[in-house]
Nanobody
Framework: QEHLVESGGDSVQTGGSLRLSCAAS????????IAWFRQAPGKERQGVAA????????YYADFVGGRFTISQDYGKNTVYLQMSSLKPQDTAMYYC???????????????????WGQGTQVTVSS
């Protein structure tokens, strides 16, 4: 059973930056796709960004608008989400998820992911 542990969430002001980390218990190359999702109170969970550990391809939701960057560190078995120009509407619980069976990473569909972390809270104040 793989485990994912998120960290790096915090409270920041509008325009600020944060780097979220997702540490996997195993080798991330063993996953087909690792993604970040978020869920705000009263809203559905939505995909934010994804990366294919094997080839490094990345995918982003349209609302990211170039403000976030997903990356990986093989040596640390960790995937990062660097977020900048944060807005109050980015406030949410951010989750890391991993797929091991070859889903279409670009869809950012939560139903494609098999392993989930517990989440890390991001709060952006105006």
């Amino acid at each position: 059973q793989e485990h994912l542990v998120e960290s790096g969430g915090d409270s920041v002001q509008t325009g600020g930056s944060l780097r979220l980390s997702c540490a996997a218990s195993g080798n991330i190359v063993g996953f087909y796709c690792i993604a970040w999702f978020r869920q705000a109170p009263g809203k559905e969970r939505q995909g934010v960004a994804a990366i294919r550990p094997g080839g490094g391809s990345t995918y982003y939701a349209d609302f990211v608008g170039g403000r976030f960057t997903i990356s990986q560190d093989y040596g640390k078995n960790t995937v990062y989400l660097q977020m900048s120009s944060l807005k109050p509407q980015d406030t949410a619980m951010y989750y890391c998820a991993a797929d091991a069976y070859g889903a279409d990473c670009s869809r950012l569909n939560e139903n494609d992911f098999d392993y989930w972390g517990q989440g890390t809270q991001v709060t952006v104040s105006s």
